[in-house]
């Protein structure tokens, strides 16, 4: 197998990035893919453009809360602790419904990375009183799936359908 089609296969060109959608296709109801500059006012207005198309085709009422926040803070982590707001970085966002597993959502930057180990949890001690770090524990809290990817620059959230809690 030559180089290009081991890349292929492994979701990414030789020339690109590793493609930050790469969900099963067999259950897909729908799905988007944005890319977003590494600035502060570019979160909210796709915050908006996703739960418009979460809400119309795979959202459920007493998800939207929690997919909306998780999202946010995953979109937050990106542009400011992942690629610091380097105008030359951008943010990889993918979401879509499946019909069997529900909401899922990637979020991709293009930053350093970092281990997940090494975060300390906002309720203990002093942290209890922190104004930063709650942002994976809250998407944890929040929805029924997260994984870290790629070195932390990569989360996966999944909310909804028949896993569910």
């Not at 493609?19 to 296709?25: K, N, S, V």
């Not at 998407?139 to 896993?163: A, C, F, P, Q």
Request: overall charge positive; glycine content about 10%; proline content about 5%.
């Amino acid at each position: 197998m030559g180089k290009q089609q081991a890349a292929h296969l492994m979701g990414r060109r030789r020339d690109a990035q590793p493609r930050a959608c790469l969900f099963d296709a067999a259950n897909l109801k729908t799905k988007l893919e944005l890319i977003l500059p590494s600035r502060i006012d570019a979160i909210a207005p796709a915050v908006n453009r996703i739960m418009r198309l979460l809400n119309k085709e795979c959202c459920s009422p007493e998800h939207e809360f929690a997919v909306e926040t998780a999202l946010q803070e995953a979109l937050a982590n990106a542009v400011l602790h992942g690629n610091r707001l380097h105008p030359s970085k951008k943010v990889h966002v993918c979401c879509a419904c499946d019909s069997v597993r529900g909401v899922l959502i990637t979020v991709r930057d293009e930053g350093e990375g970092f281990d997940p180990a090494q975060i300390p949890s906002p309720l203990l001690g002093q942290r209890i009183h922190s104004e930063g770090g709650r942002g994976i524990f809250l998407i944890n809290t929040l929805m029924d799936e997260v994984h870290l990817r790629r070195g932390g620059t990569e989360i996966y959230m999944r909310k909804g359908g028949s896993g569910s809690h």
